[in-house]
């Protein structure tokens, strides 16, 4: 499985979502992203891919775009 893949399948896994709807995704822009999904979220990608996203980067962690843009700064290639 592919990193993207695995970035998939935890948004997947989180939010109720359609995988086609990924790209369009934001914070509170969907019922199962609020601040509990939001932390869910985090927790998984940072065991997915062994790292430990700093608070300011969970607060501007708002779309699933940006992310990966997010992930990329960690190491981590999509």
Known sequence: ?????????IFLD?????????????????PDWDSVGHMDLM???EEAFSISISTL???DFSTYEKGKEILM???VEL
Request: hydrophobic share 30%; charged share 30%.
């Open 1 to 9: 499985m592919t990193n993207l893949e695995r970035y998939d399948r």
């Open 14 to 30: 989180t939010f109720s979502v359609p995988r086609e709807k990924l790209p369009e995704i934001k914070y509170q822009g969907i």
């Open 43 to 45: 927790s998984a990608l």
């Open 57 to 59: 980067d969970v607060l």
């Open 73 to 75: 700064k960690y190491g």
